[in-house]
């Protein structure tokens, strides 16, 4: 079975607080993804990577910046929490081959509240 | 660029009645299209999927048609369950390495015994 895994499902942390969300993948895909889901605004693109080492900014990356080491891991860091990113972050990923049609595969979710 | 327009939601509904959400989009070439689900509490997870025009998607009773001509990938059940609450994503994907996907805004879905 396919899996992307976030690290941590409920974090709370404080304002200017370095915060790192984890996100694993096990398969093998090119593509991973970062999203912030808020009521009303729906799903933004945070950041994206294609591949190792290689990150592209979304809409929204402001505050953020990320990480991708390797490629099964994709990493978005909060270099100093403020209130405004209590938010449900959600990681993403994808294959990148003949036949694949561009779907999505996401983690469950982490839940970031910033004191 | 892509864009998706979603049915503005909430949709609330009785057991065994019939649900459409509508989803119209707009792109170049031949994106694929997508419908997600997020039940309350996890992530999102692909409910059905359609890669080209005529393509029938379906799973759980969920069905939706790729219409070019239309530009549309409506979601239809013809009876849904308490079990079917849940927020719905339509959503455009292309298979490139800066494949990014776009996203109607979400309808949630509320279906009461």
């Known amino acids: 079975d396919v899996k992307v895994t976030q690290s941590s499902r409920y974090l709370v942390k404080r304002t200017g607080e370095k915060v790192f969300l984890e996100c694993v993948q096990d398969?093998?895909?090119?593509?991973m993804f970062w999203y912030r889901q808020d009521p009303g605004l729906g799903l933004r693109l945070i950041y994206f990577?294609?591949?190792?080492?290689?990150?592209e900014k979304g809409d929204i990356p402001e505050g953020y910046s990320v990480s991708r080491e390797k490629k099964e891991r994709f990493s978005l860091i909060l270099e100093s929490a403020s209130t405004n990113q209590t938010s449900m972050y959600l990681c993403?990923?994808?294959?990148?081959?003949?036949?694949?049609?561009?779907?999505?595969?996401f983690g469950e979710g982490s839940r970031l509240t910033v004191l | 660029g892509d864009s998706v327009t979603q049915m503005e939601g909430p949709v609330t509904l009785s057991e065994e009645a019939f649900l459409t959400i509508n989803c119209t989009y707009t792109?170049?070439?031949?994106?694929?299209l997508f419908w997600y689900v997020q039940y309350p509490g996890e992530g999102l997870q692909l409910l059905l999927k359609?890669?080209?025009?005529?393509d029938k998607g379906s799973n759980k009773g969920f069905e939706a048609t790729y219409r070019k001509e239309t530009t549309s990938f409506h979601l239809e059940k013809g009876s849904v369950q308490v079990s079917d609450s849940a927020v719905y994503f339509c959503a455009l994907g292309r298979n490139t390495n800066a494949g990014k996907s776009t996203f109607g805004d979400g309808t949630t879905l509320t279906v009461k015994p």
């Open positions: 792109a170049t070439g031949y994106p694929s």
């Open positions: 990577s294609y591949d190792v080492k290689m990150k």
């Open positions: 398969m093998d895909h090119e593509n």
């Open positions: 993403a990923s994808s294959p990148l081959g003949t036949g694949d049609t561009g779907e999505l595969f």
């Open positions: 359609a890669t080209k025009a005529d």
